[in-house]
């Protein structure tokens, strides 16, 4: 059935921001998991998301991880002006609206911005509710190892994935599966569990007018930082400017050499939503490190 769209614009901005009444609305391009619209209300600015299709509580987990960004202090995310509950079918979220303005210095900002955000740890590795990435629902957990929880909370699920898709054969998944339960040769036993962005790709941040950097999408988790770098080198859109000042405020080891395993599981979960093609990327990084 086709959505009535400005019926559930009008339904969430009234249940969002009560004393706002909707003028306009514009679809926005860009995502390809919801159907996104600028707002505009006798007030201001909105940016609202809305999806039919997708388990009840989506938009809560993705203001649940926002909210988890924002209490650092490190970072800007935009504000969680309101979402449905998990008894409407009718499901949305609504934001404030950032206007995107890529400015110079935004990249060094970012990266600084991002070490102090990963400055923000806690006692164990994963997180203490389940959540998403993409349409991929993430089981989480609370760990003592991170080796274990990138293992059994990341690698491994993928994997089976791929393999009931077709996208593996059994032999190729025994030798994924090899190289995901010896990745503690490689990966930090003990690293700080740093709050991570979890899916930083370059179409996951952007510039407020101000020139501030602000993050979107996350898929939040506690664990080891090298995570969030490995993903902004994996389709590029970051340059080196980047990946100095993040050095500069860290002070810590970029650790460039692991950051394949890392991108092992993006690159998995792109096999498994976009198909074979990413199959030999896949294949590249098991062999690098597997031989």
Same mark, same amino acid.
């Given at each position: 059935?086709?959505l ?16 706002? =009444?909707?003028q306009?609305?514009?679809e926005?391009?860009?995502g390809?998991?919801?159907r996104?619209f600028?707002?505009d ?8 998301? *809305?999806n ?13 991880g ?58 164990f ?11 991929f629902?993430q089981?989480n957990?609370?760990?003592? /190892?991170?080796p274990a ?17 077709g ?5 190729? =998944? ?5 190289l ?6 490689w ?6 569990? /740093?709050?991570l ?11 407020g007018e101000?020139?501030s950097?602000?993050? *979107? ?6 664990g ?25 405020? /860290?002070?810590?080891p ?16 792109h096999?498994? /939503?976009?198909?074979?093609s ?14």
């Amino acid at each position: 059935m086709e959505l009535d769209v400005k019926k559930i614009i009008d339904k969430a901005v009234r249940a969002s921001a009560r004393d706002h =009444a909707v003028q306009r609305m514009t679809e926005a391009g860009g995502g390809d998991i919801n159907r996104s619209f600028l707002v505009d209300t006798d007030k201001t600015r909105l940016f609202v998301k *809305i999806n039919d299709g997708v388990p009840a509580d989506f938009f809560e987990k993705e203001a649940m991880g926002l909210a988890e960004l924002k209490k650092t202090g490190a970072v800007n995310v935009p504000d969680v002006i309101g979402y449905n509950g998990k008894s409407d079918p009718e499901r949305f979220l609504v934001l404030s609206y950032i206007k995107d303005t890529r400015s110079p210095g935004a990249e060094e900002r970012l990266g600084e911005q991002l070490a102090a955000m990963h400055r923000t740890e806690k006692p164990f590795y994963g997180l203490g509710h389940d959540n998403y990435i993409g349409t991929f629902q993430q089981e989480n957990g609370e760990y003592d /190892s991170w080796p274990a929880y990138y293992r059994e909370k990341r690698l491994i699920p993928q994997i089976g994935l791929a393999l009931k898709k077709g996208f593996l054969n059994e032999r190729q =998944a025994e030798k994924h599966v090899r190289l995901a339960e010896t990745i503690s040769r490689w990966l930090p036993g003990k690293p700080c569990a /740093s709050v991570l962005h979890g899916d930083l790709w370059g179409g996951n941040w952007m510039t407020g007018e101000d020139g501030s950097p602000y993050l *979107i999408d996350p898929a939040v988790l506690y664990g080891d930082f090298r995570m969030d770098l490995a993903m902004t080198a994996l389709f590029g859109g970051f340059t080196e400017r980047f990946y100095s000042a993040y050095e500069a405020a /860290s002070k810590e080891p970029l650790n460039r050499d692991i950051w394949p395993l890392y991108q092992l599981f993006y690159v998995y979960m792109h096999l498994n /939503s976009f198909g074979e093609s990413y199959l030999p990327h896949a294949e590249r990084i098991v062999k690098r490190y597997m031989g």
